[in-house]
């Protein structure tokens, strides 16, 4: 029965680090696809769609591993990205990159928060169009609402 548990166990753990690698493609507007490929430290951003073929590679300053949602970040209707990981310490919290969806160009451009200078524990409230996160004032937690540009 261990050595069961134990080999159940390995596969989820095996699962969990190739799940990051696996392509993940979504379409953020009519006629665009966009397919994000992982490796490692680096996020590769594959545009394909009005305006051609664009490809961008993202780095990422960190040894936990990394997580992608996608999502609506500036509330315009078109489907933007994010990659979260816990941060390098003592894991107590998130940090965000948030990619936002430039129609025009058919390009995402990196949001930056309204204080601080990352989106930690990022918290999306659409109802009120805002994202809220935590910043750190004179080494203390603050709060950060961050109302991003539609455009």
Known sequence: ???????VVMAVVFWSAVAFAEPLSFSPDKG?????VPDKNNLTVITEGKNGSKT?????????????????????????FSVWYIDDGMGTYSIH????????????KELSPACGDEFINLKVDKAKRILNSTYYKANEPALC???????
Request: charged share 30%; no cysteine; aromatic share 14%.
């Open 56 to 80: 961008e590679a993202i780095s990422f300053q960190t040894e936990k591993a990394m997580h992608v949602e996608i999502d609506d970040y500036n509330f315009d209707r078109l489907k933007d």
């Open 1 to 7: 029965m261990k050595v069961r548990n134990f080999f």
């Open 32 to 36: 665009v696809s966009v397919t994000l």
């Open 97 to 108: 990159r948030i990619f936002i969806y430039i129609p025009e160009n058919s390009t995402f």
């Open 145 to 151: 609402v961050t109302k991003p540009s539609r455009k």
